[in-house]
């Protein structure tokens, strides 16, 4: 230990009564302590300070990358159960102190924990407390923070974490892609396409039964299509059909369209229909005017004749003969 540990130590231990011979107990908790102090004099050890409090002093940072209204008991349950089972949360969530506020602290990470929380203490589990750290941190490092933290989870979906990157890039970088992708970490093409996600027409969110629902995937098919004019038009059109169907749904009245079937229909919906074959005029043969009779048709160097099953054998026997009538005239 350096002269200036031992005076440090000495500092803590002074005024204590040294007994003669400490026991085992003793110096290993003057050991613990010696080193202790030696760590965060060197910058090897940081501590932190965390806090338990009441989920309602918090709210969450207006620029939050979760979508808070999207939080339900469902999606939340096996949190809500892991904090249950082990008797307390954790991982603390980071939240920064608000002054002169309603509110004393503004969650940066954390929204699942602080509704899984929240919920056990509203359903007779009060003994549930929101377990924070406190930091003091600038919108842009709260944003890469919340960024790095839940970029690798998949209880975050694609459209949250898109209309996050598409509001990050006008606030922070001024709307330089390259210099957000280089604070990020990440390749422009890859930040690129979460920004075609964010900017999807309304018609297309509302298409699927969640926003949660879109990918990334989605969006980067369906971009040409809605470059193109006419094919816009169709999937606009399809995608409005599809929303009914899924407000219907959110109803009770049916059931909703799967988000793999909503991808199909709107990727079909542009592609050319179809111009169904022109068929030559017929002429119909019959018994007498206004009867059922015999439909001929001539497709080519054939003939296509086409008649109701049920026509009665007198009524067929009739048609054909006037045919053949005709063909000898």
Request: net charge positive.
């Amino acid at each position: 230990m350096s002269k200036k540990h031992d005076a440090v130590f000495d500092d803590v231990l002074s005024g204590l009564e040294s007994p003669a011979l400490p026991t085992e107990r003793t110096s290993a908790r003057f050991l613990k302590r010696s080193t202790s102090i030696g760590e965060r004099m060197t910058g090897e050890r940081q501590e932190k300070t965390l806090h338990l409090v009441d989920p309602a002093r918090c709210r969450m940072w207006e620029r939050h990358n979760r979508d808070y209204a999207l939080l339900t008991e469902e999606n939340c349950r096996d949190l809500i159960d892991g904090i249950k089972a082990q008797g307390q949360q954790e991982f603390p969530a980071i939240v920064r102190r608000l002054h002169n506020e309603s509110h004393e602290f503004e969650v940066i990470c954390g929204a699942r924990r602080h509704f899984a929380v929240s919920w056990l203490r509203g359903n007779n589990y009060p003994q549930f407390r929101y377990l924070v750290e406190v930091r003091d941190l600038t919108d842009e490092e709260a944003f890469r923070l919340a960024d790095i933290e839940n970029r690798d989870r998949e209880d975050i979906s694609d459209y949250e974490r898109a209309v996050d990157y598409s509001d990050a890039i006008r606030l922070y970088y001024g709307g330089a892609q390259k210099a957000m992708a280089e604070r990020l970490e990440v390749s422009p093409p890859w930040l690129s396409r979460y920004l075609v996600l964010a900017k999807m027409p309304q018609e297309i969110l509302e298409a699927f039964a969640s926003k949660r629902d879109i990918r990334e995937r989605h969006a980067r098919a369906l971009k040409p299509l809605l470059s193109n004019p006419e094919q816009a038009k169709a999937v606009l059109e399809e995608a409005r059909f599809l929303a009914a169907t899924q407000a219907r749904a959110a109803k009770g009245q049916g059931g909703y369209v799967e988000a793999q079937d909503v991808f199909k229909r709107l990727i079909a919906a542009a592609k050319p229909k179809a111009k169904p074959a022109k068929s030559s005029t017929g002429k119909l043969f019959a018994r007498s005017s206004g009867e059922r009779g015999i439909m001929v048709r001539k497709l080519g160097k054939q003939v296509k004749m086409e008649f109701d099953a049920d026509l009665s054998e007198g009524s067929l026997r009739a048609a054909f003969d006037a045919y053949l009538k005709s063909r000898k005239a």
